[in-house]
């Protein structure tokens, strides 16, 4: 099973990377007290930081405001994942702990910057791209609605659309059955290649140290905009 860029996408915006890490044989649990407290103080301190400079100048808020403008989507209507999160800390609206991989998936989120999304590969099938939405694209979101994906970057199998760095879909959402997933970080467009790698390499390893079972890192870019992430 591959994971690829769609050719017309490299083309619009060359400096895309997609970082995919794709988990085995896992577990997930409640987030453990370490994670928790590790989330909560990490919130604390970036609500602190919020109130002395706007969401959307933080550097990676920004990368992604301007790739959504490319791409001929409105920021300010469709606001990423990672620029809605920290929007609601800085409201000192803090994330409620869900379970163990979705916690650490809006560590990840927070930290990097950037919109990351965790889906369970049991509900997916057949080859994955990562295209440009149209009117016709869409699903049913975790945000409780349906979601239409005109001009927005998004995730595909065999059935259709089930991720994008807007919002996530029901289809493939992660719970505690959950053993077997595929991370998805749409990286600032700013990281070196050595940068990207570094950082899945690290996200990766944090994220088998509380789940254990196995991992794989991939890095979609121009040159590479093909990876077989399930061998």
């Given amino acids: 099973m591959k994971v690829s860029l769609q050719p017309s996408l490299i083309t619009q915006y060359p400096e895309l990377k997609i970082g995919i890490i794709h988990y085995t044989k896992f577990v997930v649990t409640q987030s453990p007290q370490m994670l928790k407290g590790r989330m909560q103080l990490y919130q604390e301190n970036l609500f602190l930081e919020l109130q002395d400079s706007p969401v959307t100048q933080r550097d990676g ?18 606001r990423h994942s990672a620029e809605s999160l920290m929007r ?38 057949g080859d994955i791209e990562m295209a440009l939405g149209n009117e016709e694209t869409g699903y ?4 409780g609605r349906f979601n239409t994906l005109k001009n927005i970057l998004y995730s595909r199998d065999a059935e259709g659309a089930f991720g994008s760095p807007f919002v996530d879909s ?12 595929l991370h998805i970080f749409y990286l600032r467009p700013s990281l070196t290649e050595d940068e990207a790698n570094q950082l899945l390499a690290t996200a990766g390893k944090m994220f088998n140290q509380i789940h254990g079972g196995d991992y794989q890192c991939a890095l979609l870019t121009k040159t590479n905009p093909t990876k077989d992430v399930f061998s």
């Fill in 61 to 78: 808020i920004a990368e992604w405001r301007k790739l959504w403008k490319t791409l001929g989507a409105d920021p300010n209507r469709y």
């Fill in 88 to 125: 609601r800390i800085s409201k000192q609206n803090y994330l409620i702990p869900l379970h163990s991989a979705v916690d650490l998936n809006n560590f990840f989120s927070l930290q990097y910057e950037s919109p990351i999304g965790l889906y369970d590969t049991a509900y997916l099938q």
């Fill in 140 to 143: 049913e979101g975790l945000n």
């Fill in 170 to 181: 029901i289809r493939t959402a992660v719970t505690e059955n959950t053993t077997d997933a």
